[in-house]
Each structure stands twice: as C-alpha cells, then as structure tokens.
C-alpha cells in the first residue's frame, strides 16, 4: 500500500487540510477499482466499513491477489467531518455555500462530445483509453477556486479513470439499499444479492451531478452520441452504496458489508480467488422515477405505521402527523405499492417535509429525482 496526501487549500488563514488515498496493488496495469467512504461526512458507517475493507486489502496485497489497483478514501470529505454546529455534526451540506457535498461535480459529456468528435475508432479498448485521457484533461483544466470545489475536483479525478467506483453512504433510517445507472443494472445485480439490498435504484440522469453519476454517465451518453460505427463499453461501473441508517454503526455490519464489497471485486475480477455464490437478491431493480416520496401536510409530531424494510401496499398508512397545539391529526397513506426502504429520523418536522421513500416499480417522476 503507498499513501497519497492531497493537500486541500485553506479557506481561511492557519487553516489546514487535506485529503488521504490509500493505493493498494498496481497502478497502470489496467484494472482499477475506487472506493470512497462518507463523502456526506455525517454518514458514519462507511468509514468503519473502509477500516476493514484497509486490513482485508493489506492482506490481499500481501498474496498478490489484487488485480490492478484499489484506490481507497477512507474519509472522502475531511471539510464536512470538521463541521459541528452547537456540538452537532453537520457533514452534507458545505457550510460556506449551502450545497451539498454529493452534487455539482462535471459533467465531462458536452467537453467530451466536442474534444472526442472524429477521434474514436472501432477499437473499444482504444477508444477507453482515449476517452479517460480527455476526461483527465477536462478535469485539470477545472479552475476549482473554494476549497470544495478543490476537494470535489480531487476525488473526482481520482475516480474517473476507474471501472469500478463505490461511493459509501448511508441514509437517516433506512435498509441497506443501492444508486447506480440504469444501463449498469445488470453490473450491479451481484452486488445488490451480495449485500442483501432491498433496493437497487436506477436512473439514467438523476439531476444534480452526484458523484457516481458524474463518473458513470460519460459511457453511455458517449456510445449514444457517437452510435454504433464507435466502439465504447460501458467502462466504469459506479454505485452509491447507502450503507442503512445513520446509527448503525457497528463492527457486525461493518465486518459484513466490508467482506461482501471484496466479494464483489472478485465476482468482477479485481481480486484472485473464486468468488462466492451470489445469494439469492432481496429486490429486483426498480427507477428512481418511481420513487414516492412521503409528504408530510403538516407540521407536527410524526408516528410512523411502517419501518424500513416493510412492503407497504397502495392505500396503507405510513405515518400520523400530529399538531400538538391543535390537536388535529393526518394520516399519510402510500400512493404506490412497493418496499419503505428509508424515513427520517426526527420525529418532529415542518409542514411540507419528505419524511420516507418508497420503491415502486412504475415510473411516475420527473426532473431532478433526487432530495436535497
Ligand atoms: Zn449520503
């Protein structure tokens, strides 16, 4: 394993940051797989995942059973980590510009379509290389000022070259459960059965350019635009792993999802050994466009009827939202059928707040499918 420091610069005098990657197996040797923890820095449990993915890999690397290079950042967003309000951890959002640590990352396709015009051939893995080499090219010429956007440009470019990419996150209180492309779905399959998610959500273009995407979208945009003379695979698989509720935060789970993430690299041979049985999978693969989001009508104390993981039928309640000045009550019902996969963890809220998902299987949605 070597040890890359990248310095992030201060947004304030005798501030100081930066950024680690641990680089385990061979660079340059045409396999590469990135795996980041906690970018949205009060989301816990990827961190302590990454701890055990370090001791599995070490010894990986000790056998000489990596395949390539793993690249892991075992704290994506040292920025969000330091920020604490009034003793309370406050890691999605930046504090200076209010925008979120998982959105606002390139969109290399408009550059790439201009730069790549006339240059591609019918020779895939050409073509792979020559479109990683533009991105590269794209991304350092990003004038990244804030201190942010130096840390977005840094995991991004990271990433960008690699086939596999796993973005560790989790949600306020949920089931595990998982965010790719939706071309990549039948890529992702092993994982969701070997991981026992309870959602694999798809969606082409989810708005807001989270991370995943921004590294994902270029391949099937691109074969796309250039059709079918140009030779372009889809050449990096990335996936947002929502590691389930924010609390859960333990060496059994961590120990758990850090051994089905190896099994997964060796399913798609990134590490030597053969891989496990994939288990039987919990969910099939549903859009991110036909996720209901539970509204909230009112403001006021929130009971839920349902629990992460529950399957709910069309019609079911979900929560009672109670005024507790009034008096006055709402039940909230499901609009669709399909699986509670995450709801909030306050049980207070405003008026007009998201307080749970559920998957359904219709897509019904629009626009930007992704919440704050
Ligand atoms: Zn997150």
Known sequence: ?????????????????????????????????YIQASLHADEIPGMLVAQYLRQQLLDLERTGAIQGEIVLLPVANPLGLAQFMQGQPFGRFDFATGVNFNRAYRNLVPQLKEKLAGKLSDNASYNVRKVRQACLELLAQWPAVTTTDVLKKTLQTLA?????????????????????????????????????????????????????????????????????????????????????????????????????????????????????????????????????????????????HKQPGDTVLHGEPIVDVIDPVSGEQDTVCANISGKLFARTAFRYVQRGTDVAKIAGSVAYRNGNLMAM
């Open 1 to 33: 394993m070597h040890v890359q420091h990248h310095p992030l610069p201060a947004s304030s005098a005798g501030q100081e940051y930066h950024l680690q990657s641990l680089h385990f197996g061979h660079q340059h040797s045409g396999k590469k797989t």
């Open 160 to 304: 960008i070259d690699a086939d596999i990419v796993l973005d560790l996150h989790c949600d306020n209180e949920a089931v595990l459960h998982l965010y790719t492309g939706t071309p990549l779905a039948p890529q992702v399959q092993a994982l969701s059965g070997l991981m026992q998610a309870h959602a694999l959500l798809l969606a082409r273009d989810s708005g807001g350019n989270p991370f995943d995407e921004s590294c994902a979208r270029i391949w099937w945009e691109l074969a796309e635009h250039f059709g079918q003379e140009v030779a372009l695979p889809l050449a990096c698989t990335a996936i947002t792993v929502e590691l389930r509720s924010q609390v859960d935060v333990n060496h059994h789970y961590a120990q758990q999802d850090a051994s089905a993430l190896i099994q997964y690299l060796r399913h798609m041979g990134h590490i030597n050994g053969a891989p496990v049985e994939v288990p039987h999978a919990l969910c099939e693969a549903t859009p991110l466009a036909g996720v209901q989001p539970i509204q909230v009508p009112r403001a006021g104390i929130l009971v839920f």
